[in-house]
């Protein structure tokens, strides 16, 4: 499978624990994405790399986000102190010039 | 932030043809992306423009008109299976390189009816 690989698709934490996710890339694309998003809502931009630089990070996240890609491979995000409204859809995309496209998502429910 | 907007819901019937608008406002556009997202799924990707005009995929077409800030998803030969939320992005240019991030409109809640 080539394709944007996320783990896990699903995770429940109790509200105050630290939760991480990881995404695959797609080889060939040098940019990542982390996007949110809940019901009837768009994705909501989180932040994104270029190789192994954050660029941009959305003011909306609060310093309880962190997120890496050591290598300019793989990325990891992670929430610290979990809180309820931090349930929703984290979504992952790597894209180049003509095509982004997301993994399937991690489901994350705060308990 | 910016601004784009695609109606909220959208209702067809199978076999019919269905075009889904979206207008946006942005500074530095860099190319528009259509998405399809069936409910608890992630968006699938299914047609970029950055030039103006019509790109044709299978059954499905989009548009770009960049002067005028607006595009559309067009949907030939309606099946139910294309019952599903539509997001338009925008990508706007990063300062230091042409790659930069998506901007989503709320997406567009299409139902197929038999």
């Known amino acids: 499978d080539t394709g944007v690989s996320q783990n896990p698709r699903h995770k429940i934490t109790k509200r105050g624990q630290n939760v991480t996710f990881r995404c695959d890339p797609i080889s060939e694309h040098n940019r990542l994405y982390w996007y949110r998003q809940t019901l009837g809502q768009g994705p909501e931009f989180l932040t994104y790399?270029?190789?192994?630089?954050?660029?941009?990070k959305s003011r909306l996240l609060s310093d309880r986000f962190s997120a890496e890609r050591p290598k300019g491979s793989f990325s990891t995000l992670e929430i610290q102190r979990t809180e309820q409204g931090d349930s929703a859809m984290y979504l992952c995309?790597?894209?180049?010039?003509?095509?982004?496209?997301f993994g399937q998502g991690t489901r994350l429910t705060v308990v | 932030g910016q601004n784009i907007d695609q109606p909220t819901e959208m209702t067809a019937t199978e076999g019919a043809i269905v075009q889904i608008n979206c207008t946006y406002q942005?500074?530095?556009?860099?190319?528009l992306f259509w998405y399809q997202q069936h409910a608890g799924e992630a968006p699938t990707f299914l047609s970029y423009?950055?030039?103006?005009g019509l790109e044709e995929k299978g059954r499905f077409s989009s548009f770009l008109s960049r002067s005028k800030g607006y595009s559309y998803l067009l949907l030939k030969e309606l099946q139910m299976k294309d019952s599903a939320s539509y997001l338009c992005a925008v990508r706007r240019a990063d300062r230091g390189s042409t790659l930069g991030r998506l901007y989503f409109g709320r997406g567009t809640q299409l139902t197929v009816w038999p």
């Open positions: 790399f270029q190789n192994e630089a954050q660029l941009e």
């Open positions: 995309a790597s894209s180049s010039d003509r095509e982004a496209f």
């Open positions: 423009n950055v030039l103006d």
């Open positions: 942005t500074s530095g556009f860099n190319g």
